[in-house]
């Protein structure tokens, strides 16, 4: 069997913070047999200025390397600009799959936890530093429990979406069959009250 990653930075999302501080994130989704990654499947949500912080820490360990450029950062960028939003999200997946062909670059625990952990970057400095009582191992497993959350998210967007949330979410983690099942029971209770047969 050939080795094989494949990336994909799809799905933005605006998130207004307050008044002044609005951003979109992106949905980073993997898929690999290859070794080097802890999980076969992963989903995580980043922002812009994540991927510029991964950059500049893949620049910082990797020296003699020209590292994959990120598409630039526009000072009239506009978050509700769907072809502005749409071009970045290209640039963003073509830098990661630059980066993910580069070996010195697979060997950054920061690109896993990045990649394949719901943390933040705070979190993932400190994760990759030995600073957490976790490892770095322990904090790419732990995601799969993050799918929860997700799917309780996508239960408003309808009964469509669950089957598919729940293979790109954590395949692996029989948790989320038990979410999707109580969900499903959830929402057919719902109708059979909107109804009257209950």
């Known amino acids: 069997l050939q080795e094989f990653i494949s990336i994909s930075v799809q799905d933005p999302k605006l998130h207004k913070e307050d008044i002044w501080n609005t951003y979109v994130d992106y949905e980073i989704c993997l898929q690999t047999n290859s070794m080097c990654f802890r999980k076969t499947r992963s989903c995580v949500r980043r922002r812009y200025s994540e991927f510029v912080w991964l950059r500049h820490c893949l620049e910082q360990n990797a020296l003699v390397l020209n590292v994959p450029k990120l598409p630039s950062w526009n000072p009239f960028f506009n978050l509700k600009n769907e072809d502005q939003v749409t071009k970045r999200m290209?640039?963003?997946?073509?830098?990661?799959e630059n980066a993910l062909q580069v070996p010195l670059l697979l060997s950054d625990s920061k690109l896993h936890l990045f990649l394949q952990s719901g943390l933040s970057i705070t979190k993932i400095m400190k994760c990759s530093l030995g600073k957490t009582k976790y490892?770095?191992?322990?904090?790419?497993?732990?995601?799969?429990?993050?799918?929860?959350?997700?799917?309780?998210?996508?239960l408003s967007e309808g009964m469509d979406e669950l089957i598919c949330v729940r293979e790109r979410?954590?395949?692996?983690?029989?948790?989320?069959?038990?979410?999707?099942?109580?969900?499903?029971?959830?929402?057919?209770a719902k109708e059979a009250v909107k109804d009257g047969r209950l």
Not at 135 to 150: F, G, L, M, N
């Open 90 to 96: 290209k640039g963003l997946q073509e830098f990661l």
């Open 135 to 154: 490892t770095v191992a322990e904090a790419i497993q732990r995601s799969s429990s993050d799918c929860i959350k997700s799917l309780e998210d996508k």
């Open 169 to 188: 979410v954590c395949p692996e983690a029989c948790i989320c069959e038990v979410v999707i099942c109580v969900a499903v029971f959830l929402m057919a």
